[in-house]
């Protein structure tokens, strides 16, 4: 199975199945080797696709969209009545490397700082030694050249990869999934800070934490200088968002 359905909440399209389901369809994409990408939606890719009606149309665009953040997952549920489970980024990456390495499919990981893509590749070694990894690809931190961009792909082309996983962080790695689409011939997951948890740079919050849609206070914890502003933004743009949706579902008798 190569896709799965989609329910919409808020606008965005977000893929319906079991977790295992996602990765078998990511399995599959990858095996045909199909040019094709899959976001994990948070609640920050979720407001940003609201501010930017191109942005929306490439998380639209994407084969697979998960409910990766617990709002977005409670959301979908509420609304469209499912029982959808979490399919988040974090644990995507482990899930993806451990399927791959026994059907013979290789992961190529561009993204982060090289430090972070060699301590991925040793850890990886351990714990999955069926997995090839076919490359790594540490970019600069600027708007690449077109020229630079040329050499992307024919890098990942050339390496034989079945599965890309991208870290450049939301919007960047969703605009470069859909700019890469039709170039590179393999599924690409854009998983931004999922790299720096499986290297240990980063931790995770409690589980307790994680089921009370508080996974962002951790982090704001964590990182309070570089964090405030985007939560004090998007998660208050977003308790508005879901409050409109609610008074518009109750006019309407739904």
Known sequence: MSALPKSEVFGIGLSVGTFQAHVDAIMGLGRMHKSSYVCCVNVHMCMEAQWDHGFASIVNGADLATADGVPMLKSLNKFQGGAQERVA????????????????????????????????????????????????????????????????????????????????????????????????????????????????????????????????????????GRLWKRYLVTNSAFILLYTKELVRRWRHGD
Not at 91 to 99: S, Y
Not at 131 to 136: C, Q, R, S, V, Y
């Open 89 to 224: 980024g974090n644990d995507l990456m482990p899930a993806v490397m451990a399927a791959a390495g026994p059907q013979g499919l290789s992961v190529f990981p561009p993204g982060g700082q090289q430090e972070v893509l060699d301590t991925i590749v040793a850890k990886a070694g351990k714990e999955y030694p069926a997995l090839k990894i076919a490359g790594t690809w540490s970019p600069p931190f600027r708007p690449t050249s077109e020229s630079e961009r040329l050499e992307e792909v024919e890098r990942i082309a050339q390496s034989g990869a079945h599965i890309v996983l991208v870290s450049l962080g939301c919007p960047r790695q969703e605009k470069w999934m859909a700019a890469m689409q039709g170039k590179v011939p393999a599924v690409m997951l854009g998983l931004g800070g999922a790299f720096l948890l499986y290297a240990g740079v980063d931790s995770r919050a409690p589980l307790w934490m994680r089921k009370a849609s508080l996974e962002w206070l951790y982090r704001l914890s964590l990182e309070p």
